[in-house]
C-alpha cells in the first residue's frame, strides 16, 4: 500500500487514549497497526519493552513482527522489535508468568500442556473425579467411554476458566451441576498443583490472578507499559479483557482491532461482546472509533455480495444492534468486467465432481490461472466423507490437494507401515488380542491396525529387498517376548532403528520429494515421544511392557485416531504450489486466495449451547446476559459465510451437489443468493479473460538461537534437517539435563548475589536448590539422572562456588537476553555480566564440560570466540556497556585454570556476522550437505542407525 487513506490515517495517528478500530474484509488492518506502530517509535519515542500489541495466532504474531521490524530497517531507526511484548496472550502471558514466577504456584521447569495433553492428563486422574455428586452433569453418562468424559469435564473446566468464573461461589451453588463443575475446578487446580503443570486455559488466568493479588507488581507493569494493541479483538474472551483493562492502566492507552462481522469462535469460549461493548467502558466520548471499510483485496462483485448478504440479515433484536453497522465498498480502481461471483452448483442428475473437475481444467486451460495454489475450497469441515470424496476425485484426477486437516494421517502409507512394523516387534500383541476378542472385548481400532497396517507391511516383507528388514524384525520380536530385565532403548528407540531400513530410509531421503512423509514420520516421533512422557517410559521394562503396549496402541493412539491429527501446515507457506488447498472456513480466516469455492451450502444454523451454558450465562457470569441465547446460532453461521465469501480476490464460486427434499442443497438460507448467480457453464468465455492474482508469499522472519541453531548445524547439518528442520523428537539424552541443571543451579547463585544475599550461598541450600530445579526438570522432561551423577553436578557448581572464595562482588547480571535483528532473520541467546576494570563489564559463557585442549578442540573454541563477540556486540548496542573481555568457564575443570579468556576486539564482528548470514542462507535454502560424518557427534545421536546406512553423497 502506498500510502494511507484517510481513516487509516486517523488510526495511525492516534496515540492517547481508547481507540476501537473496526477493520472489514481485506481493509489493510495490518498494514494500519505496523504504520500506527512506527509512528508511536517515530513520533512518540516508544520504548520497545514498553510496548505490548497482541495477536491472535502464533503466525499472525510472526508476520507482525517480521512486517515491522523490516520497516524498522528500512526507516533506520534505533529499535529491536525482539523486545516488545508482542505475541498471542498465551505468549505474552507466558512471558509475565516465566519474569515473576517466584510471585505464582509454579515452580521452575513447569510442565505446560496442549489440548491433547489436558485430556490425556484428566483421562489419567478420571478417578479422582468420581465421588463427586452431580459429576455425570460434567463428565456425561456413566456409560459413556473415559475419552469421551475427559473431553467433557476438559471443555466445562476450561469454560471456568475463560470466564474467570468464580469457583467459591460454583461450589456453594444449590444447583447439583453447578456445585460439581466448582467441585471438579477444585481437584483439577489442586493436581496442576502437584503436577506443577498448566493448561492453555489456565495461562491467562494465571497471570490474571498474579497481577489482581500482587498490586506493586502490576504497578510496575502498568507504568512500564505505554501502549497496549490487540488484534482479532472480536474473539477475545473474558479473561481475557480482564487482563487488558487491568494492564492498561490509567494511562487507558488501549488500542482495539476487529471485525464483529467475522466473529467465529464462540465454541472456543470467545465472546463477540467484548468488541461491541467496547466503547462502553469509558466515559462517553473518551472512546475514538474509527471504520475501515474500504476494500483493497475483492473484485466490486465480490464485495458487494457478501456486503448484501451481511447487511440483509435482522440483527435488531429488542433495540439493539448485535452488528456495527457498515458498508463495506472497493477500491477505486479499474476492474475487469465479470462475473466475478458465479454458480458450480450442479444440477441434479449430474457429477458434482465431474463439473467441478471441469471447470477448474477450463480455468486452467483456456483462462489465466498459472497455478493450482491460487485455487482455494473452503468447507465447514474438511473431514466430511462428502468433502474427503471430492478431494480424492481430484487427485485421481491429476489435481494435487493440500488439506493438512482433512484427518489423512492415519491413512498416509508411511504410518500405516510403522504401525504395522510396530505390531511385528511386539509379537504379544495380537495373541492378546485375540484372547480379548473371545471374551467380547474388541475395539474398532484393532481392524484398522490389521487391516490398513499389518496386511500392506506383510505384503511388503514378502518383497526379497526388505530379507534384512525381515531379520531384524525376527530378532526384535524374540528379545521381547523373552525380556527379563530392561532393555537397551524405548519405543522410541525402536522407530529410530526401524529408519535404517531401505522400506522406511527412502522416505527420508532430501531429494526425492517426500517432505510429507518426513513431516509425518517426524509428528510419529513426536507422539512417541509424548506417549513414553506421559507414561514414564524411559526403557522397556517387562513388568509394565504389557500394559505399555495396551496404553499405546489401544488408547494412546486409538484417541489420536478418533480425534484426527493434523499434518503439518508451513507458517510461512499457506497455499503450497501446485495443490488446490481445501480448508476448513475457520482456517481460511484472515488468509485470501485468487479463486474461492465455497461448499457446504447445504449447512444450516445449529444450536450449540447446552442447559448448563444457560444457567452459567443468567446466574454465574460476571456481566449479565449479553446476545440472545436463542439467536446465536443464526448470528454464528452468518458470521461463519460472510468470512468464506470474503477470503477471494478475483472470482468467488458457490458449490455444490444439488439437492432436493431432506439434505437439500442448497439449505434455503442460501437459495435467496444462489438463484441470482449464473452457472459457470453460461460464462464460459468470459471466465475465460478473467486475470487472477498470483498468491501473496508469507514474509515471516524466523528465529535461530547461537546455540540450539547455529552450533548445531555447524556440528552436523544432517542432525539439523532432521531434529530443527523437520522436528523429529530425539531420543533425549542425560547429558542435556545434566547441562541445564547446572546453569540453573549457577542462576539460582547468581540471583542470590544480586539481591545482596551473598549469606544464603551456603553448601547446603545450594543442594538444596539443585534438587528442587532436578526435580522439576525430571518432572517436565520425564529423564533421570542417578545419585553418582547429580553428585558430580553438584561438583560442578561447587568447584565454581569454591573459586570464588566468596567474594561475588563482580556479579553483575545472569542470563541476559540478547537479540540481533538483521534484515531475513533474528538471531537470540543469553549470557552473564561480571563487572570489568574502569567500569566496563565481562561477559561470562557456562560450560558443563571439561576444558578442551587448545590445540586439538581449536575450531570448537573458535566457534566459542565468535558467537561471544556477537553477544558483545550486541550487549554493547542494546545496554550501551563497554565491553572489554569475554569467557568461557568450563565448570568441569578440576586441575588447571577454568576458564578460557579473550579481550574483546571489534575489527572481526563484520566477519562473524557474515558468517552467521552464510549459515542462515543455508539452512533457509535446505543445503544441509556434509564434507564427512561428524564421528563424535554421531555416538550419542537418535538417528545413528539411518545415518550408518544411508548412501553419503559429500560434498567438496
Not at 464483529?260 to 472512546?287: H, K, M, W
Request: aromatic share 12%; glycine share 6%; proline share 4%.
Amino acid at each position: 500500500m502506498a500510502s494511507p487513506n484517510k481513516y487509516q490515517q486517523q488510526a495511525i495517528a492516534h496515540h492517547k487514549g481508547p481507540l476501537l478500530i473496526i477493520a472489514g474484509p481485506g481493509s489493510g488492518k495490518t498494514y494500519t497497526l505496523v504504520e500506527r506502530i512506527i509512528n508511536l517509535i517515530n513520533k512518540h519515542g516508544a520504548v520497545a519493552d514498553r510496548l505490548l500489541v497482541v495477536t491472535f495466532t502464533e503466525k499472525a504474531a510472526q508476520e507482525l513482527k517480521t512486517r515491522i521490524s523490516n520497516r524498522i530497517l528500512e526507516l533506520g531507526i534505533d529499535f529491536n522489535v525482539n523486545e516488545m511484548y508482542l505475541g498471542t496472550f498465551h505468549s505474552i502471558c507466558l512471558r509475565i508468568l516465566e519474569e515473576h514466577r517466584e510471585f505464582t504456584r509454579l515452580k521452575r521447569s513447569f510442565v505446560l500442556m496442549d489440548q491433547f495433553d489436558q485430556q490425556y492428563f484428566l483421562y489419567q486422574n478420571l478417578r479422582e473425579f468420581r465421588d463427586i455428586e452431580g459429576i455425570e452433569h460434567i463428565q456425561g453418562e456413566h456409560k459413556l467411554p473415559a475419552w469421551v468424559k475427559s473431553e467433557n469435564l476438559m471443555s466445562w473446566l476450561n469454560k471456568a476458566s475463560e470466564e474467570a468464573l468464580d469457583v467459591e461461589v460454583l461450589c456453594q451453588s444449590p444447583d447439583i451441576a453447578i456445585k460439581a463443575l466448582g467441585d471438579s475446578y477444585c481437584i483439577y487446580q489442586a493436581l496442576l498443583s502437584k503436577n506443577n503443570a498448566l493448561d492453555f486455559s489456565c495461562i491467562q488466568l494465571e497471570t490474571y490472578l498474579l497481577l489482581r493479588e500482587n498490586p506493586s507488581l502490576l504497578g510496575e507493569l502498568q507504568e512500564k507499559l505505554d501502549y497496549l494493541m490487540v488484534d482479532e479483538y472480536q474473539d477475545t474472551n473474558t479473561i481475557q479483557e480482564k487482563l487488558l483493562f487491568l494492564l492498561m492502566g490509567q494511562k487507558k492507552n488501549l488500542c482495539v482491532v476487529g471485525d464483529d462481522d467475522q466473529a467465529l469462535y464462540r465454541f472456543r469460549g470467545a465472546t463477540v461482546r467484548n468488541i461491541l461493548e467496547f466503547p462502553q467502558n469509558f466515559p462517553s466520548g473518551d472512546c475514538q472509533q474509527i471504520r475501515l471499510s474500504t476494500n483493497y483485496r475483492s473484485h466490486p462483485e465480490i464485495v458487494n455480495f457478501y456486503d448484501t448478504y451481511m447487511g440483509d440479515k435482522p440483527w435488531l433484536r429488542e433495540g439493539i444492534n448485535y452488528r456495527y453497522p457498515k458498508n463495506i465498498v472497493a477500491r477505486d480502481d479499474n476492474f475487469p468486467d465479470g462475473p466475478t461471483v458465479i454458480s458450480a452448483i450442479t444440477p441434479e442428475g449430474d457429477d458434482w465432481h465431474q463439473d467441478v473437475y471441469q471447470l477448474l481444467m477450463h480455468l486452467r486451460d483456456n483462462g489465466k490461472l498459472k497455478d493450482w495454489n491460487q485455487v482455494a475450497f473452503l468447507f465447514r469441515s474438511v473431514k466430511s466423507d462428502k468433502v474427503k470424496a471430492l478431494a480424492q476425485s481430484l487427485e485421481d484426477k491429476g489435481i494435487p490437494v493440500y488439506s493438512p486437516r482433512a484427518n489423512l494421517f492415519f491413512e498416509r502409507e508411511e504410518i500405516r507401515l510403522v504401525l504395522g512394523l510396530f505390531h511385528l516387534v511386539f509379537p504379544m500383541v495380537l495373541p492378546d488380542r485375540k484372547n480379548r476378542t473371545e471374551e467380547g472385548k474388541a475395539i474398532p481400532i484393532w481392524k484398522y491396525y490389521e487391516q490398513h497396517c499389518i496386511a500392506p507391511l506383510l505384503e511388503e516383507l514378502g518383497k526379497p529387498e526388505q530379507i534384512e528388514l525381515v531379520k531384524w524384525c525376527k530378532k526384535k520380536a524374540h528379545e521381547h517376548i523373552n525380556l527379563t530385565k530392561n532393555a537397551d532403548s524405548s519405543f522410541l528407540g525402536i522407530f529410530y532403528d526401524i529408519l535404517q531400513f531401505p522400506l522406511f530410509a527412502r522416505y527420508l531421503d532430501q531429494d526425492n520429494g517426500h517432505l510429507r512423509a518426513q513431516r509425518n514420520l517426524a509428528q510419529f516421533s513426536r507422539m512417541l515421544g509424548k506417549f513414553e512422557y506421559l507414561h514414564r517410559v524411559s526403557v522397556l521394562n517387562p513388568k509394565y511392557l504389557d500394559a505399555n503396549l495396551r496404553d499405546l496402541f489401544d488408547n494412546f493412539i486409538r484417541f489420536l485416531h478418533e480425534g484426527g491429527i493434523d499434518e503439518y501446515e508451513d507458517m510461512s507457506e499457506y497455499a503450497p504450489s501446485g495443490c488446490v488447498s481445501f480448508l476448513t472456513i475457520h482456517q481460511s480466516k484472515g488468509l485470501e486466495f485468487p479463486i474461492v469455492f465455497v461448499g457446504s451450502l447445504e449447512a444450516t444454523p445449529r444450536k450449540q449451547y447446552t442447559e448448563l451454558d444457560e444457567i452459567i450465562e443468567n446466574q454465574y457470569l460476571a456481566k449479565k446476559s449479553f446476545e440472545p441465547l436463542e439467536d446465536t446460532k443464526y448470528f454464528d453461521f452468518w458470521r461463519l459465510y460472510y468470512t468464506a465469501f470474503s477470503r477471494p480476490q478475483n472470482l468467488l464460486v458457490l458449490t455444490g451437489q444439488e439437492k432436493s427434499g431432506h439434505g437439500k442443497t442448497p439449505s434455503h438460507h442460501f437459495t435467496e443468493y444462489t438463484e441470482k448467480l449464473t452457472y459457470w457453464r453460461s460464462v464460459k468465455s468470459e471466465l475465460s479473460s478473467l486475470e487472477f492474482e498470483s498468491v501473496k508469499d508469507v514474509n515471516i522472519k524466523k528465529e535461530y538461537a547461537f546455540t540450539s541453531h547455529i552450533t548445531l548445524f555447524e556440528t552436523c547439518a544432517e542432525q539439523y534437517r532432521l531434529f530443527k528442520d523437520l522436528e523429529f523428537q530425539p531420543v533425549k539424552a542425560s547429558p542435556m539435563l545434566f547441562g541445564t541443571l547446572i546453569h540453573e543451579t549457577l542462576e539460582d547463585i547468581h540471583k542470590m548475589a544480586i539481591r545482596g544475599q551473598e549469606s544464603q550461598i551456603t553448601r547446603a541450600n545450594i543442594q538444596s536448590w539443585l534438587m528442587e530445579n532436578y526435580q522439576n526438570l525430571a518432572n517436565r522432561e520425564r529423564m533421570y539422572l542417578g545419585e553418582s551423577t547429580l553428585g558430580a553436578a553438584l561438583q560442578h557448581v561447587m568447584r565454581y562456588v569454591d573459586r570464588k572464595g566468596g567474594d561475588w562482588s563482580d556479579i553483575k547480571e545472569t542470563e541476559v537476553d540478547i537479540s540481533l535483528v538483521k534484515g531475513r532473520y533474528v538471531l537470540t541467546g543469553s549470557v552473564d555480566l561480571i563487572k570489568g576494570s574502569d567500569g566496563t563489564v565481562e561477559l561470562v559463557d557456562f560450560k558443563s564440560e571439561r576444558k578442551p585442549d587448545m590445540e586439538r578442540d581449536k575450531e570448537r573454541i573458535l566457534h566459542h570466540k565468535r558467537q561471544l563477540e556477537i553477544y558483545a556486540h550486541l550487549v554493547e548496542e542494546r545496554y550501551g556497556y563497554q565491553v572489554s573481555k569475554m569467557h568461557l568457564y568450563f565448570t568441569g575443570e578440576t586441575n588447571g585454570l577454568p576458564n578460557i579468556s579473550f579481550n574483546k576486539a571489534s575489527g572481526t564482528i563484520d566477519k562473524t556476522v557474515a558468517e552467521f548470514d552464510r549459515i542462515v542462507d543455508r539452512i533457509e535454502n535446505k543445503d544441509f550437505s556434509l564434507k564427512a560424518r561428524p564421528d563424535k557427534t554421531c555416538v550419542d545421536c537418535s538417528a545413528r542407525a539411518y545415518c550408518d546406512k544411508k548412501n553419503w553423497k559429500f560434498c567438496n
